[in-house]
């Protein structure tokens, strides 16, 4: 006989790459959890029992035998209380590897589902890993008939259609989606379409946390048949969350209301985002702190912020290395951010240094004129005192460069683009200045900001030469950033930019710079992804190529 009630725990959790069993613990304590709250059934995200995106350790024969074990472990947690976890399922034939959700109750395995729709797009590789399923699993768990789905396949009409034909009368699916702009809306609005074609509530569980360039920023949801929203979990955080099912008169199974965490503005949700990736990259890691040059401007002011509220201020060291071309306002900005953030604040002048290897360089550089290699040269000069201290201290470097910067090479190749990580990596020049502006007013009414005002408001320079400014090299930013933009996250042809308003000369010479600088952002460091298409993973463009815009 069915259920009349049916309770479900969302285990919206933080998994670390290849550490099984700190996963496996993790996956068992939240078991206990959901066990006493007297739920029938924990769900866990995609691949959880490995972490996502484990890539090619899924080849290495020691994990497949730690997931063995761990398997057995999880057979035996699945007393009391109905499981579904990810992980790899090793084959021993040609099925090679697959994606699986495995069902597990009673000490026993109930089912396994094998992903079918398997992404190989964006930042997804997964075709490279794993062998796509072809068959529909319904499971009855509690006497509830539920349809099991693995991320890909809910961007796809025929998964959900043949598990409600197979008799599913709720649809589960486990995910590792990570997070970009405006993902939350589009998933949302993906699984009402599912909803609509089915009839059926959806159940939507996503992992959280940071995997190098990547953030999982979870926002599990919850839909009616109505296509109502009635459970939303709070994104970026690790949560168990509760929804409980019910019968109509007519046996038609229900999600009651739960909560609903709000979806946070675009600048709110990149900065959640930012914080996230550098507090896991650096926790996972196991560094005890960071390090970073703090110059008077705007992007090192917003990369300490981040830092700190990733951290804490007692993680957090700066540096200021002072040239004989740093402006007065640049030293007096920078120590006034270290002093109210409470940070380790060092002032170090890079002029020793920047002399000596002009004197060494002088036989070499004679009789030739002082150009960007002397600009150069005092971004080395920094890189030395700031990785000196990071092998002495044990903290990471964090570098400070933007996307505008990485797209166009305006940055120092083993200079102030050397580091660990880069945690403004993927956002754009204008991006930086609203999210130091969203972070300043969530300050207190009344108390000073936490990005001094006149670092937001001055002209932004690299202060490597005398009366430098930005616009002496680049296109101001209100007009670089969109062309970026069309280029790298569009795909836009130099007609369909020029077509938009942009000066024909100006969008060559920028997708020029572009062009010519590949070779530097192989050589960065990674970062956290926030656009549709960020430098790193998912941005293959050859360092060697002929083609001219």
Same mark, same amino acid.
């Given at each position: 006989?069915?259920?009349?009630?049916?309770?479900?725990?969302?285990?919206?959790?933080?998994?670390?790459?290849?550490?099984?069993?700190?996963?496996?613990?993790?996956?068992?304590?939240?078991?206990?959890?959901?066990?006493?709250?007297?739920?029938?059934?924990?769900?866990?995200?995609?691949?959880?029992?490995?972490?996502?995106?484990?890539?090619?350790?899924?080849?290495?024969?020691?994990?497949?035998?730690?997931?063995?074990?761990?398997?057995?472990?999880?057979?035996?947690?699945?007393?009391?209380?109905?499981?579904?976890?990810?992980?790899?399922?090793?084959?021993?034939?040609?099925?090679?590897?697959?994606?699986?959700?495995?069902?597990?109750?009673?000490?026993?395995?109930?089912?396994?589902?094998?992903?079918?729709?398997?992404?190989?797009?964006?930042?997804?590789?997964?075709?490279?890993?794993?062998?796509?399923?072809?068959?529909?699993?319904?499971?009855?768990?509690?006497?509830?008939?539920?349809?099991?789905?693995?991320?890909?396949?809910?961007?796809?009409?025929?998964?959900?259609?043949?598990?409600?034909?197979?008799?599913?009368?709720?649809?589960?699916?486990?995910?590792?989606?990570?997070?970009?702009?405006?993902?939350?809306?589009?998933?949302?609005?993906?699984? =009402?379409?599912? #909803?609509?074609?089915?009839?059926? &509530?959806? !159940?939507? $569980?996503? %992992?959280? @946390? *940071?995997? /190098?360039?990547?953030?999982?920023?979870?926002?599990?949801?919850?839909?009616?048949?109505?296509?109502?929203?009635?459970?939303?979990?709070?994104?970026?955080?690790?949560?168990?969350?509760?929804?409980?099912?019910?019968?109509?008169?007519?046996?038609?199974?229900?999600?009651?209301?739960?909560?609903?965490?709000?979806?946070?503005?675009?600048?709110?949700?990149?900065?959640?985002?930012?914080?996230?990736?550098? =507090?896991?990259? #650096?926790?996972?890691?196991?560094? &005890?702190? !960071?390090? $970073?040059? %703090?110059? @008077? *401007?705007? /992007?090192?002011?917003?990369?300490?912020?981040?830092?700190?509220?990733?951290?804490?201020?007692?993680?957090?060291?700066?540096?200021?290395?002072?040239?004989?071309?740093?402006?007065?306002?640049?030293?007096?900005?920078?120590?006034?951010?270290?002093?109210?953030?409470?940070?380790?604040?060092?002032?170090?002048?890079?002029?020793?240094?920047?002399?000596?290897?002009?004197?060494?360089?002088?036989?070499?550089?004679?009789?030739?004129?002082?150009?960007?290699?002397?600009?150069?040269?005092?971004?080395?000069?920094?890189?030395?005192?700031?990785?000196?201290?990071?092998?002495?201290?044990?903290?990471?470097?964090?570098?400070?460069?933007?996307?505008?910067?990485?797209?166009?090479?305006?940055?120092?190749?083993?200079?102030?683009?050397?580091?660990?990580?880069?945690?403004?990596?993927?956002?754009?020049?204008?991006?930086?200045?609203?999210?130091?502006?969203?972070?300043?007013?969530?300050?207190?009414?009344?108390?000073?900001?936490?990005?001094?005002?006149?670092?937001?408001?001055?002209?932004?320079?690299?202060?490597?030469?005398?009366?430098?400014?930005?616009?002496?090299?680049?296109?101001?930013?209100?007009?670089?950033?969109?062309?970026?933009?069309?280029?790298?996250?569009?795909?836009?042809?130099?007609?369909?930019?020029?077509?938009?308003?942009?000066?024909?000369?100006?969008?060559?010479?920028?997708?020029?710079?572009?062009?010519?600088?590949?070779?530097?952002?192989?050589?960065?460091?990674?970062?956290?992804?926030?656009?549709?298409?960020?430098?790193?993973?998912?941005?293959?463009?050859?360092?060697?190529?002929?083609?001219?815009?």
């Amino acid at each position: 006989m069915s259920a009349s009630r049916f309770k479900l725990a969302l285990a919206q959790q933080n998994f670390r790459v290849g550490d099984v069993a700190a996963n496996l613990r993790c996956m068992q304590e939240c078991t206990q959890v959901a066990r006493a709250a007297q739920a029938d059934l924990i769900v866990f995200p995609e691949l959880a029992l490995v972490g996502y995106p484990p890539e090619d350790l899924l080849f290495h024969r020691g994990l497949r035998a730690r997931v063995d074990a761990a398997l057995h472990e999880l057979t035996e947690a699945a007393d009391g209380i109905a499981l579904i976890t990810g992980y790899p399922e090793y084959t021993d034939n040609d099925n090679g590897i697959h994606n699986t959700a495995a069902v597990f109750s009673n000490r026993g395995e109930l089912a396994r589902y094998r992903k079918q729709q398997l992404p190989n797009y964006q930042v997804f590789d997964e075709k490279r890993y794993f062998r796509g399923g072809d068959e529909t699993v319904v499971v009855e768990i509690a006497g509830v008939r539920v349809g099991v789905l693995i991320c890909e396949d809910i961007w796809h009409a025929a998964p959900a259609a043949a598990a409600r034909d197979a008799g599913a009368e709720l649809l589960l699916a486990i995910n590792a989606s990570p997070f970009e702009i405006g993902k939350q809306v589009q998933r949302e609005s993906e699984l =009402r379409k599912r #909803v609509t074609e089915t009839q059926l &509530p959806f !159940v939507y $569980l996503n %992992l959280v @946390g *940071g995997q /190098d360039e990547l953030v999982f920023d979870g926002g599990s949801v919850v839909i009616n048949a109505q296509g109502d929203i009635v459970l939303r979990a709070a994104a970026f955080e690790s949560v168990i969350e509760y929804v409980e099912f019910e019968r109509d008169a007519a046996g038609r199974l229900s999600p009651l209301p739960a909560s609903v965490a709000p979806i946070a503005d675009d600048d709110a949700t990149i900065y959640q985002a930012l914080v996230l990736g550098v =507090r896991d990259y #650096v926790d996972k890691h196991g560094f &005890p702190g !960071v390090v $970073l040059g %703090l110059s @008077g *401007g705007i /992007d090192s002011a917003l990369t300490l912020m981040i830092a700190v509220d990733a951290l804490g201020a007692e993680r957090v060291q700066v540096v200021m290395m002072p040239s004989r071309y740093t402006s007065d306002m640049s030293v007096e900005d920078a120590a006034l951010q270290a002093n109210r953030l409470g940070v380790k604040h060092s002032v170090i002048p890079i002029e020793p240094l920047f002399e000596t290897a002009l004197a060494s360089l002088r036989d070499e550089f004679a009789g030739r004129a002082a150009d960007t290699t002397e600009e150069n040269l005092q971004s080395r000069c920094r890189m030395l005192l700031l990785m000196g201290i990071s092998n002495k201290t044990g903290r990471m470097l964090l570098t400070t460069g933007n996307k505008s910067e990485m797209a166009v090479g305006y940055a120092t190749l083993y200079g102030d683009m050397a580091g660990g990580y880069a945690p403004i990596k993927d956002c754009s020049k204008m991006r930086v200045y609203r999210l130091a502006a969203y972070r300043n007013s969530l300050v207190t009414h009344g108390e000073a900001p936490v990005i001094p005002r006149r670092v937001i408001e001055r002209e932004p320079s690299a202060e490597l030469r005398a009366d430098q400014r930005d616009v002496d090299s680049l296109p101001p930013y209100e007009t670089l950033d969109p062309i970026l933009e069309a280029f790298i996250e569009e795909d836009c042809s130099v007609d369909e930019i020029v077509g938009r308003g942009f000066a024909r000369e100006t969008v060559l010479r920028v997708l020029g710079m572009v062009r010519r600088n590949e070779y530097k952002r192989r050589q960065s460091p990674p970062g956290v992804r926030i656009s549709r298409r960020a430098f790193g993973r998912d941005w293959r463009y050859p360092i060697t190529n002929g083609y001219r815009n």
